[in-house]
């Protein structure tokens, strides 16, 4: 998968993901709404559309060393990425052109395409992703977005700075009492979110909803040569 863009986010999101199945992030209702939305999150539908994108980038940036193999784990995390990118929505969090440009030319780079002309990029998205340029660069987008408002969050929750140097218990202490604040305000805010999952409803149709077998590690293809 792609390892760089995963090596600056790890930490973070599986703690947040963990918080999320912890806390029981999820209620499943009976609205009548349940055929014709995935679900429902801070009292607004949320359209089969927005739920396989997050789904596919899910798929793409969480960062795990295998694909998430699990179905419902992949659900589980896929809808703490919505309720984080609609936090982050919330809080003003933007992410410029600019900073997708970067981290597609970062990924690329990983993949090893230096400077890749646009039917390079193309053919690299297809054969290895199965995905449109518009694709990718949304789920990226939402992902940085997320990046963004969970490292602001972190910040904040950190200790004061001292003139004195703490010691090696001291500072673990402090890191034990940075993540418990982080995992009690992510709880709060999937309490906040309310979210109902119409997928886990017996019987939902299954037509709109994305293939359950994960993507396979991306590998750069052969590089068109420039006449």
């Known amino acids: ?17 963990i918080c999320f199945i912890l806390c029981g992030g999820y209620s499943i ?9 995935a679900g429902e999150a801070f009292g607004k539908s949320i359209t089969f559309q927005e739920y396989n994108k997050f789904y596919r980038a899910t798929q793409l940036f969480m960062p795990s060393e295998k694909p998430i193999e699990d179905p419902d784990l992949l659900r589980t995390y896929t809808w ?18 600019q900073d997708v440009r970067n981290e597609i030319s970062a990924i690329l780079k990983q993949q090893g395409l230096i400077d890749p ?11 290895a992703l199965h995905m449109t ?7 990226l987008r939402e992902f940085i977005r997320i990046q963004k408002l969970l490292r602001k969050k972190v910040a904040s929750l950190a200790p004061e ?3 004195k140097p703490k010691d090696a218990k001291a500072l673990e202490a402090s890191a034990a009492k940075q993540k418990d604040d982080f995992m009690k305000w992510t709880s709060a805010l999937n309490e906040k979110a309310a979210l109902k999952d ?22 750069a293809p052969s590089p068109t040569p420039k006449k």
């Not at 209702?29 to 939305?37: A, N, V």
């Not at 390079?120 to 998205?125: A, D, E, P, S, T």
């Not at 119409?198 to 590998?219: K, N, V």
Request: charged share 25%.
């Open 80 to 97: 703490q990425n919505i309720i984080y990118s609609r936090e982050a929505a919330r809080e003003g969090v933007r992410v410029s052109d």
């Open 29 to 37: 209702t009976t609205f009548k709404k349940e055929g014709r939305f």
């Open 133 to 139: 340029p518009r694709e990718f660069e949304e789920g």
């Open 198 to 219: 119409y997928l886990r409803l017996p019987g939902a149709s299954q037509e709109d909803l994305p293939p359950e077998e994960p993507l396979s590690p991306p590998s």
């Open 1 to 17: 998968m792609l390892q760089f863009f995963r090596h600056h986010t790890k930490a973070i999101v599986w703690i947040s993901a």
């Open 117 to 127: 002309t646009p039917q390079q990029y193309n053919i690299w998205l297809t054969r």
């Open 161 to 163: 700075i001292t003139d």
